[in-house]
């Protein structure tokens, strides 16, 4: 996967330039470096390879025409899937989807601090970043995102503006039409696929369309550095979408 090894390559360059920086201080010769000059290659290296986001060519893809997030984000340059198999009904799974909590997301609120870091006891206005107890797809639907599509038993769609100071959109169609240079937008979904016999795969997807070079190398720089967390938000929402609509089908319940 393209974006994992661009990660890769990025936090390997982070770690070389904090080696080689220490090394300017003191060379680390439990890490075999000798002398600062090693120390300064080492920074050079790792400044080159912190960059990999930035001058990786990102090509551009085109959508299989599928699924309604085809309908917004046709074309993109970088996107995330993650899929999950649930015992529900199709209506289940869209339930829980539509009512899962940040506080039901295994380390949601770390991973979004780290990416979002916020002072303590500084007050931030509501946000995907900074949710209270209400459905998670709800807070980023009065913050920032926009609902795209809203399908029962089928497809929820998010978007938003990711990148950079422009227009930002009032309805699905304002979206669709946003082309102009200068902005990166990002949409996202969640699907859900009835394979029968009481089973659904459940799929969510981010799809991000920069509209220029100079865009896209800038959010192609942000992107390496922040895949590895959202990866992991992408699963955890899965696991906690499956948790509550499984919970839903056994009677049990989600936790309210």
Not at 9 to 20: C, D, E, N, S
Not at 37 to 43: A, I, T
Not at 114 to 132: D, F, K, T, V
Not at 187 to 201: A, K, P, Q, S, T
Request: charged letters at 25%; glycine letters at 10%.
């Amino acid at each position: 996967m393209p974006a994992l090894f661009v990660s890769a390559l990025t936090y390997g360059g982070l770690a070389l330039v904090v080696a080689g920086a220490a090394s300017l201080l003191r060379p680390l010769r439990f890490l075999r470096i000798r002398t600062r000059r090693v120390g300064l290659g080492l920074v050079a290296v790792g400044m080159s390879l912190v960059s990999t986001g930035a001058w990786w060519p990102w090509p551009e893809l085109r959508a299989s025409g599928s699924s309604r997030l085809d309908d917004f984000v046709p074309s993109f340059q970088f996107v995330e899937l993650h899929e999950t198999r649930v015992r529900a009904t199709p209506e289940a799974v869209y339930r829980a989807i539509r009512a899962v909590r940040a506080d039901e997301i295994r380390a949601f609120r770390t991973l979004t601090w780290i990416r979002s870091p916020r002072l303590p006891g500084r007050q931030s206005p509501e946000s995907i970043m900074n949710a209270g107890q209400d459905p998670l797809l709800d807070v980023s639907t009065r913050s920032g995102f926009i609902w795209l599509a809203d399908e029962p038993g089928r497809e929820a769609v998010v978007g938003t503006i990711v990148c950079c100071p422009g227009p930002r959109p009032r309805s699905p169609e304002e979206f669709r039409d946003l082309t102009q240079a200068g902005l990166a937008k990002a949409g996202m979904n969640f699907r859900v696929e009835d394979l029968g016999g009481g089973e659904c795969r459940v799929t969510t997807e981010t799809r991000v369309f920069a509209t220029d070079r100079g865009v896209k190398r800038r959010f192609g720089l942000y992107w390496a550095f922040i895949y590895p967390g959202s990866s992991l938000i992408r699963h955890g929402w899965l696991a906690a979408i499956r948790k509550r609509a499984e919970a839903e089908g056994t009677g049990a319940g989600a936790t309210a």
